[in-house]
Each structure stands twice: as C-alpha cells, then as structure tokens.
C-alpha cells in the first residue's frame, strides 16, 4: 500500500510542481544537505528568498557544530527484489531526482 500511495503521491507532484510560482519551491538532494548544511541552507534562502543569510550564518553555524555528534539512523539494506521493485514502482522519481537504482 505505501509504495502504490508514493507512486500515486508523486505522480501528482510531478504533474503538478510546474504550477509553483518561481521562488516557492526548491529541491536539494538529502546526501548534499549533509555533506554540506551551510552552503545548502545559503542555497535555500536564496532560492526561496528569505532574507539576508548572512545576518543568520553564525547561529546556524553554532547550532551545526552541535549537531556534528548525531547519529543518523541505520536501517538494515532491502532485499534486491524489493529495490528492483521499487526502482520500477517509483521509475519517476528516480528518474527525476537522479537516484542510483
């Protein structure tokens, strides 16, 4: 059930997301997000125009060096018949957002 909702969710987006007006809407790769906070979120206010990103760098720098000890959490891998799978049901996006199969 969740990967048909998925498949039908972003299948909606996807139609959709054009209609977003210019300056609403920005995408970012979660692996980018983590490699570097600072520039992504720099490209976040930029994008969606939230302001002068300089006056918040200092605060958002202190509150990513507290975060450098966080642990992500790990999930055990899927089974290659249900990436197979997956990389078939969600073809979309995974073509759109360039994802490995």
Known sequence: MI???????????????SRIPPGR????KYEDLVASPLSELESIYRAL???????????LETYAAAKTT???????????KMRARLADEWRQSFDA?????
Not at 74 to 79: D, I, L, M
């Open 25 to 28: 809407y920005h995408e970012l």
């Open 3 to 17: 990967i048909a909702t998925y498949r039908r969710l972003y299948a909606a987006f996807f139609e959709q997301v």
């Open 70 to 80: 966080y642990r992500r959490n790990q999930f055990p891998e899927f089974s290659t």
């Open 97 to 101: 957002w360039d994802y490995p199969r």
């Open 49 to 59: 125009d939230l302001g002068e990103f300089e006056t918040r760098r200092a605060a």
